[in-house]
């Protein structure tokens, strides 16, 4: 069973930046997509970036389209997510998850990191 963990989580100001890092323990690590999600208190997931491990396709939400942007490092089994202009409805605990769809939808991924979390000051 893979192990994800995400990292680089912490406390940012509007208009800011942060980048998280999502590490699999599973070498070669090889699901069908990797997807970022997020879920602040009182509401539900939501799926925010996808990356496609054969062709690199990448999928964003509406909420973070222009501002965040999803990566891969095949070399070192890391996924990323560069996260600008953050604002404070971007607080939130933050996930990175493993499934067998490219799909923003959690319900089509099997492996989760234990999460990272952000908060965006105003």
């Known amino acids: 069973q893979v192990q994800l963990v995400e990292s680089g989580g912490g406390l940012a100001q509007a208009g800011g930046s942060l980048r998280l890092s999502c590490a699999a323990s599973e070498h070669p690590f090889s699901p069908y997509a990797v997807g970022w999600f997020r879920q602040a208190p009182g509401k539900e997931r939501e799926g925010i970036a996808c990356i496609s491990r054969r062709d690199g396709l990448t999928l964003d939400a509406q909420s973070v389209k222009g501002r965040f942007t999803i990566s891969r490092d095949g070399a070192t089994n890391t996924v990323y997510l560069q996260m600008n202009d953050l604002r404070p409805e971007d607080t939130a605990m933050y996930y990175c998850?493993?499934?067998?769809?490219?799909?923003?939808?959690?319900?089509?991924?099997?492996?989760w990191g234990q999460g990272t979390q952000v908060t965006v000051s105003a």
């Open positions: 998850a493993a499934g067998y769809l490219f799909s923003l939808r959690s319900q089509y991924y099997d492996e």
